[in-house]
């Protein structure tokens, strides 16, 4: 019903910047909420960031040097990430649910970000 493709992720050094985007295919984006999470090897799982119709909210890890947007138009939401960390290496995806609640969350396969010192 929904797929999500992440991409934009590669190497780059301490204190510089990557674009990640994620790319909605399924029927009136408008309807839902995309959120960014990610997952460093032996770690869970954390979540980023999330932008809804309005409104958007970050982690305390990344409030101040990511921004989370979106272009409705292009069925496209980006996390834009400044003064990048070694800590912030990690396996980025994306996670789409319905602005109601309702049905499942559908999740990306990621993208891989490494940050090196």
């Known amino acids: 019903q929904v797929q999500l493709v992440e991409s934009g992720g590669g190497l780059v050094q301490a204190g510089g910047s990557l674009r990640l985007s994620c790319i909605f295919y399924?029927?009136?984006?408008?309807?839902?909420?995309i959120g960014w999470y990610r997952q460093a090897p032996g770690k869970q799982r954390e979540w980023v960031a999330t932008?809804?119709?309005?409104?958007?909210d970050y982690a305390d890890s990344a409030k101040g040097r990511f921004t989370i947007s979106r272009d409705n138009a292009k069925n496209r939401v980006y996390l834009q990430m400044n003064s990048l960390k070694p800590e912030d290496s990690a396996v980025y995806y994306c996670?789409?649910?319905?602005?109601?609640?309702?049905?499942?969350?559908?999740w990306g396969q990621g993208t891989q970000v490494t940050v090196s010192s």
């Open positions: 932008i809804r119709a309005r409104g958007t």
């Open positions: 399924g029927s009136i984006f408008s309807m839902y909420s």
């Open positions: 996670k789409a649910d319905l602005l109601t609640g309702d049905g499942p969350d559908y």
